[in-house]
């Protein structure tokens, strides 16, 4: 079946600083990805909706200037956690359909565990 | 909105048992259901998915699931656990439209399967 990868699978980072994780489709081309977040022991959180070529539509309570999206190509979309913060500690996991349909099938990447200190 | 409801957080089984993860959800229109597996270190795997058609889904590693409308429900099913089928479980419920590909997911539940 198709594949999706993330990159890093574990970041620990200070207090203030940036942090990005990449979400990548590797065989096949994803106009859209979308992007959750888990906290421990809780369900996943749709947070935004990654859009090649254009910008990115987020849920409602997700603060788009600290969870930068950019959709630069057909495989890859990047999450920016800016001025990481202690309670952004979470698992973020991307997926993506793998064609264009309503009833595609979403395919998971691994998760990014983001520990922020 | 729609809203995805696992009522069990932790389910144990004894292996070869049969198992039954419930799934309510709560939707305006008719909805596509998943249904997936999480293990430690792996990403979501999909075990089945309902769209339209028979209501009873086949899905992989021996899993079924029904779609009872009347119910709002969509119970995962197999007939004889392994040890091997230890892990989380979610439901989730997805969109059409404009609104196709984001999927709400229900809280999971934990599955352990003792010898």
């Known amino acids: 079946g198709a594949v999706v990868s993330q990159h890093p699978s574990r970041v620990i980072c200070k207090s203030g600083t940036s942090v990005k994780i990449e979400c990548r489709s590797l065989?096949?081309?994803?106009?859209?990805m979308f992007w959750y977040r888990q906290f421990p022991k809780q369900s996943l959180m749709l947070m935004a909706t990654?859009?090649?070529?254009?910008?990115?539509?987020?849920e409602q309570g997700v603060e788009k200037d600290k969870f930068l999206i950019n959709h630069a190509s057909l495989t890859l979309s990047t999450l920016t956690v800016t001025s990481a913060h202690p309670e952004d500690s979470s698992f973020y996991i991307c997926?993506?359909?793998?064609?264009?349909?309503?009833?595609?099938?979403?395919?998971f990447g691994p998760g990014t565990r983001l520990t922020v200190l | 909105a729609q809203s995805v409801t696992q009522p069990d957080i932790h389910i144990t089984v004894s292996e070869g048992a049969s198992l039954e993860l419930r799934c309510n959800y709560s939707y305006g229109a008719t909805p596509y259901l998943f249904w997936y597996v999480q293990s430690p270190g792996q990403g979501l795997q999909l075990l089945l998915k309902y769209f339209s058609g028979d209501t009873l889904v086949q899905g992989i590693k021996g899993f079924e699931a029904e779609f009872k409308r009347s119910q709002s429900s969509f119970n995962l099913r197999k007939p004889s656990v392994h040890w091997s089928d230890a892990a989380e479980y979610f439901c989730a419920v997805g969109a059409g439209g404009t609104s196709y590909g984001k999927l709400t997911f229900g809280q999971g539940t934990i599955l352990t399967v003792h010898p």
């Open positions: 990654s859009n090649e070529g254009s910008k990115a539509t987020y």
């Open positions: 997926s993506a359909p793998s064609s264009g349909g309503a009833t595609d099938t979403q395919y």
């Open positions: 065989d096949f081309q994803a106009t859209t």
